[in-house]
Every structure is written in structure tokens, then in C-alpha cells.
Nanobody
């Protein structure tokens, strides 16, 4: 049973930073694709970033490119999202997602089989 548990969310002022973590358990994840998505009130869930667990490939939404960095730690079975220069429009619930193997469409939420419960990120202006 795959379990994904997000942590690290909170309230931060615009321009600040947060680091989200996703602790994965229940499988050997070295061949998985891991993603971060977010959903703001009244909006659809949107892609933020993704990584092949090996770290060989990373993907970013245009809206976060240059501000967010995704990384994986195989020893800890953790995927992290370092968020800097945060903006009020980054406010959302952030979800970790996982799927076995390479995702043909890593930016598509439908590519993922497993989801965490989410962690709230609020950026005040």
C-alpha cells in the first residue's frame, strides 16, 4: 500500500520561502515519477512540478519556474519542493502524487495513481 504524507505547509509573507516534503512508503520508489500539484479554492487542480525519482528529469509549470525546485532523497524516501519568492497566487493546498515508471504526461494529474492528503500553503500580501 503506497502512502504519501506531505508536510511543511504554512503561512508565509510574499517573497518568503517554504519547503514542502512528501514522505513515501509502501514501495521501492526508485523507478517512480513523483509530482506536486496544487489546488486553490474554486479552481482546478494544477500541475506544479515533477521528478523522476532518480532525479534525471525534472518538470516545472511556467508559473513556478525559477522559483521552485524539486528534489528527491532516495535514502529517506522523500521528495521535496523548495519554494522561494512566494506570491499570494501560490496560495493553495499542495498535493504530492506518485506513479510507477515514466509518466508520458507528467504534468497531467491523470497520470498519477497515488495521492497524499495535501498541505496548505498560504502566502499573504
Amino acid at each position: 500500500q503506497v502512502q504519501l504524507v506531505e508536510s511543511g505547509g504554512g503561512l508565509v509573507q510574499a517573497g518568503g520561502s517554504l519547503r514542502l516534503s512528501c514522505a513515501a512508503s509502501g514501495r521501492t520508489f526508485r523507478t517512480y515519477t513523483m509530482g506536486w500539484f496544487r489546488q486553490a479554492p474554486g479552481r482546478e487542480r494544477e500541475f506544479v512540478s515533477a521528478i523522476r525519482w532518480s532525479g534525471t528529469s525534472t518538470y516545472y509549470a511556467d508559473s513556478v519556474k525559477g522559483r521552485f525546485t524539486i528534489s528527491s532523497d532516495g535514502a529517506k524516501n522523500t521528495v521535496s519542493l523548495q519554494m522561494s519568492s512566494l506570491k499570494p497566487e501560490d496560495t493553495a493546498v499542495y498535493y504530492c502524487a506518485a506513479r510507477p515508471g515514466t509518466a508520458a504526461q507528467p504534468m497531467d494529474a491523470r497520470s498519477y495513481d497515488y495521492w497524499g492528503q495535501g498541505t496548505q500553503v498560504t502566502v499573504s500580501s
